[in-house]
């Protein structure tokens, strides 16, 4: 049975730290790509970033950019999401997701990704 399973959440206040892990069971995650999304109350999903193929291509969204860093640990088939610097707005749930296949610019589009994750709350506030 193939799942993904996000964990790390928590609160934390505004220039705190968090790291995120999404687990895959039932497949391994070499031959997919996979990405992090978030969700604030009243807002529509949204990317934050993705990892694809052995050189861990990898994509950002804006808004996270130099403060967010995606990774893969092959032999734990865990992909990881360190967010340093958080502030408010980055208070959201997190999901997981996967597709098949490799991209050298993978997508941030929530359409582009079929196996997702139950989500970890993160909340940023002091």
């Known amino acids: 049975q193939y799942q993904l399973a996000e964990s790390g959440g928590g609160v934390v206040q505004p220039g705190g730290s968090l790291r995120l892990s999404c687990a895959a069971t039932?497949?391994?995650?070499?031959?997919?790509?996979i990405a992090w999304f978030r969700q604030a109350p009243g807002k529509e999903r949204e990317g934050v970033s993705c990892?694809?193929?052995?050189?861990?291509?990898?994509n950002y969204a804006e808004s996270v950019k130099g403060r967010f860093t995606i990774s893969r640990h092959n032999a734990k088939n865990t992909v990881y999401l360190q967010m340093n610097s958080l502030k408010p707005e980055d208070t959201a749930v997190y999901y997981c997701?996967?597709?098949?296949?490799?991209?050298?610019?993978?997508?941030?589009?929530?359409?582009?990704?079929?196996?997702w994750g139950q989500g970890t709350q993160v909340t940023v506030s002091s």
């Open positions: 990892i694809s193929g052995t050189d861990d291509w990898t």
């Open positions: 997701a996967t597709v098949p296949g490799l991209f050298r610019l993978c997508p941030l589009a929530t359409t582009s990704y079929g196996r």
């Open positions: 039932g497949f391994t995650l070499d031959y997919w790509t």
